[in-house]
Structure formats: C-alpha cells, structure tokens
C-alpha cells in the first residue's frame, strides 16, 4: 500500500536520488531544499515500505497552482503513482483555497498528457519550441485544472 504524505528535509537524499533519475538536466540538491523549504510550496512523495517511489513538487500564491516536477521512478512508471499524487495534491490545493493549477509537459510526452486529460485538465496554449531536444525544440503544451470543480 502506498503512502502519501508532505516531503520532508530528512527525504532530500532520496528526493534528489529520484529526481537525478527522472530528469535531465536534474535540479540541484540546494534548488529543491529550497522548494521543500518554501512558504508556498506543496512538495509532496509517495512512499511504500517508506522508500519513496515519487514526487509532485507545486508552488502556490494567492488562489493559483503550479505544478514544478511530477516524478515517478522509471521501474514504478505506468503503476498509477503519478495519478495518485496528483489527486492528493488537489485535495490538497483545494483546502487551500486554489482556484487554478497549471502546468507544463513536453508536446511529446503523450503518457502525461494523457494522464492529465484523464484528471481534468484542459489545454490553454503552447509555447512554440520552448524545450530543447537533441535535434532542435519542441513545443510546452500549458494546461490547467481547477481543482474544485
């Protein structure tokens, strides 16, 4: 049974293990105490057996969210996990007064733009070319929830 709850500063080591894991370029160890730190901050892990599989990392201000980092590590990928953070962070968000959660992915990574379909969210726009590939760029696809609703 997985287990979600807030990331602490005692799950840095494990938070930055997994994230070398999911991204590339990875974000330093001193950029995510800073996030696990942040007044307006819902960084949040999913654990079982209390090793943690994956993370959402959201910052806040006043009633929007954004989601930062969603990652699951690669062996535990297409189990749900990210679905199940996700929820909870609206749960989350919602007693917090969010109003809006928005978001970014890369227009070729149709496993989370699937997922994110599948939870609500709707497409608001794209920024043309803004991440960068081996061969050139691609397009962000931005979209948003309200959790509420």
Known sequence: MADIRPLELNDLASLHQLQ??????PWSEE?????????????????TGGQLHGFVLLSHLLDEAEVLEIGVAPQYQRAGL??????HALQQLAKLGIE?????????????????????FVEDGRRTGYYPTATGHEDAVLMSLRPGS
């Open 82 to 87: 990210a679905r199940q953070l996700l929820q």
């Open 20 to 25: 070398l894991q999911c991204f590339d370029p």
């Open 31 to 47: 950029m995510l105490r800073a996030r696990l730190v942040h007044p307006r901050s819902l960084s949040l892990g999913i654990f």
């Open 100 to 120: 809006r959660l928005m978001l970014e992915v890369r227009a070729s990574n149709l496993p989370a733009l699937g997922l994110y379909r599948a939870l609500g």
